[in-house]
């Protein structure tokens, strides 16, 4: 059976997330590339940025976090495999906020945690470790993805903490998603070994957007995260908990989305290949209190492809939340 799911793979051309392999050894100036891929990234956008590190308990590391600006607290969460400066297009649209952008354990440069250690209590204490850490008690969240599914299980647990939440692209794993077969493949523990070392085309397309529209320092920054020594461990690890070739191993449901009190904007792409607008309406009608904008031209991350619609619907959610 594997031996026909990596052929079938390698047929795909894997339209899966992975990273130019060498042969098994690691770049040691994987750091180095990805620090330089990311400074241009934040300066090419005219970011200036200062860099915390703040301690989350729970999970015995240190997390990274890029503050930009001076205001309200906005907080930015990453998807699946990204990182925190991946928002740099979107960031240097929003104005007058204290924009913190967090990398979660494994990627970017916070620390690998093993995801089978309980991915859903992981979302829910290292949010709270980073609110506390920063010294809020309660603040704004923009997400996507993976980082959207944490911002609906933080919102669950800690409803007083998050204050709103704008998800940007298919929230992970909700109701009516289905991820691509190919990441689906890198559920299956051994084979995705295999099948993260073939070639792949670059990750901004996996994921919907146009690649003409994409900055090119974006495109670098993420070849450089890939390379990171965390990121296979992290990456692979995720999947295995949350995914089956089949199916999802963990959601989030209708009910589940019944109980966000929190005020959500969704941002949805009709490219988005975990679901187009069809899976965006019945989201956003089992949501109390939602408000989607539906970008027809747009994938997964529709701040890559139109960032100033993005930052403009965001800006009016926040002056005026739904209620």
Not at 16 to 25: A, L, M
Not at 33 to 61: C, H, M, R, T
Not at 171 to 197: D, H, I, K, Q
């Amino acid at each position: 059976m594997f031996g026909r799911l990596a052929q079938l793979a390698q047929s795909l051309r894997m339209t899966v997330i992975s990273r130019s392999w060498d042969g098994g050894e690691l770049n040691m100036g994987a750091r180095e590339e990805f620090e330089a891929a990311e400074q241009k990234l934040l300066a090419e956008f005219g970011l200036d940025y200062k860099v915390n590190w703040v301690e989350v308990p729970s999970l015995g590391i240190k997390a990274r976090i890029l503050e930009v600006g001076e205001g309200e607290p906005l907080v930015f969460v990453h998807g699946g495999a990204a990182f925190a400066a991946n928002w740099a297009p979107l960031m240097a649209r929003l104005k007058h906020r204290r924009l913190l952008a967090v990398d979660r354990p494994g990627f970017g440069l916070t620390p690998y945690v093993d995801h089978h250690r309980g991915l859903r209590r992981m979302a829910e204490t290292f949010l709270a470790d980073v609110l506390d850490g920063l010294g809020l008690d309660r603040a704004d969240f923009v997400v996507n993805s993976m980082g959207g599914l944490w911002a609906f299980w933080f919102s669950l647990d800690k409803p007083d903490r998050v204050a709103s939440m704008a998800q940007l692209g298919s929230p992970a794993l909700v109701e009516g998603t289905m991820p691509p077969f190919p990441m689906r493949l890198l559920s299956v523990p051994g084979l995705n070994r295999v099948v993260y070392r073939l070639p792949s085309p670059p990750v901004l397309e996996l994921m919907g957007e146009d690649p003409a529209k994409a900055p090119r320092a974006l495109t670098q920054a993420f070849e450089a995260a890939r390379k990171m020594p965390d990121f296979e461990p992290a990456w692979l690890s995720l999947l295995e908990v949350c995914l089956r070739v089949g199916g999802v191993r963990v959601g989030f449901n209708t009910e589940d989305l019944a109980r966000v009190q929190t005020p959500t904007l969704l941002i949805w792409g009709n490219r988005d290949p975990f679901g187009g607008l069809q899976v965006a309406r019945l989201v956003a009608a089992a949501l109390p209190h939602c408000r989607l904008v539906e970008l027809p031209e747009e994938g997964h991350l529709p701040w890559v492809g139109d960032p100033d619609r993005c930052a403009t619907e965001i800006e009016a959610f926040l002056s005026a939340p739904v209620s």
